[in-house]
C-alpha cells in the first residue's frame, strides 16, 4: 500500500509501519533547529497512550519505547527531517484469522478491502490500527515542547463515558493536576468512580462503551489561523477525525449553539487586566477560523470500542451464510481514555503549524 499520507503545511508528519510489523514511526518535516527536546518527556506522552496500564485497557504489552534515527543531534533538533522509530514487540497475529471470511462489524476489513483489495495485510489492523497513534503521540510531544516555549499549555480529560457526563469547567492547571490520578483520566472524584463502575460492569457483559473527550488549551495567541480550508477550526477537525474511533468535534457551546438565541450565544468584548476578552467563550476561543486568545476548547465524541466478547450476529462473506461471531482478543473495552493521549498530540501538531504559518523560525527557539 503507497504512503500518500501525511499532515500538515508546515509541521508535517507521515506515518510508517503497520499494527504488526517490525516497527512503527513517523517523519516529521518543519521543525525548527535548535530546540533542545526532552526525551524523559516523549516517553512519558508514550507512555500516558501505551495499552496495559490496568484492566480497562488492552493486555497488548507493548513498551513503545521510541528512538531518533535521524534529525537529532545531542537530543536537540538539526533542522533536518526527524524520523522517529518505534518496535512492536507484543505481536499476535493469529488472533486476527478468524477474520479472513467473518468481517469484524464496524471495523477495517471491508471498507478496507473494498479500497485496496482482498491481498491487503490487516493483521491487528495493519495501518488503519489505533497502534498507530503511538508515533503521532512522539510527534505531537514535539509539538507540546514548541508550544510550551511560548507559555502555550493543552490538556485533556475525560468528560463523560456512557451516559455519565461531567458538566463542570476546568482550567488546563486543575485538569492536568487530576488527570493521571485515576484510569479514566477523569476529573471529578465522584464522577471518576461512577465512571469507572460503568465500564467494569461493561467487561463483565463482554461489552464495550464510549464516551466524549474535552481539550482545553490557555495562552494560544489571537489571530492564527486562515480563512476558509485552512482555518483553526478545519484543520483541528480534520486532523481529530483522523484519529479512528472519533465521531465529531464540538467548538465551545458546539451542537447546543443551534438551540441558543444570538443574545444569548454571542460572546461581548471586554478589557480584562488591560488586555482585550470576551465575557462569555461560547465559541471556544475560535471566530470565523481565526484564535480570539480566549482559551480554546472542544469536545470530542468517542465511539464505543467495535471489537467486543459479546456474541453478534453477521456475515460469512465467503459461504455468505449469517454466523455468530465472538470477538477473542486483547481490546480495551472503553478506548476513551487512550484516544484522548492521541487527540492532544494530533492538536498540539495543528497549533504548533499555525504557529509556524505565523511566526519565523527564529522566533520559536
Ligand atoms: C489508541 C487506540 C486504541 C484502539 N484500540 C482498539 C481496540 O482495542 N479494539 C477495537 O475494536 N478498536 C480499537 N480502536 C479503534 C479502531 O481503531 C477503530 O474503531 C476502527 O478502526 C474503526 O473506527 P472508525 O470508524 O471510527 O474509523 C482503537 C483506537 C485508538 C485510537
Redesign the pocket.
Known sequence: MENRDFFGRFFQIELFGGSHSEEIGTIIKGVPEDIKLDLKFIQNELNR?R?AQNNLS?QRNEPDKFHFTEGIKNETTTGEKIRIVIPNIDVRSQDYSQFEEVY?P???EYPARLRYGSEINLKG?GR????L?APIVAAGAIAKIILKKQGINIAGYTSQIGSIIDENNYSVNQIQERVESNAVRGIDSELTNNMIDLIENVIKQED?VGGVVTIQIENYPPGLGDPWFHSLESDLASAILS?????GIEFGTGFKAATMLGSEHNDPYILENGKISTKSNNCGGIIDGISIGTPIIFKVPI?P???IGKIQKTLNFKTKQMVDLTIKG???PC?VP??LI?IEAISAIVLVDHLLISKTQNELK
Open positions: 497512550r495499552p488492552s469484524r464496524s471495523h477495517i489492523g488503519f490500527s489505533g497502534r497513534t464495550s484519529i479512528p474511533s472519533t465521531r465511539k470500542t467495535a471489537s486483547r481490546h480495551d478506548i487512550r484516544v492521541a
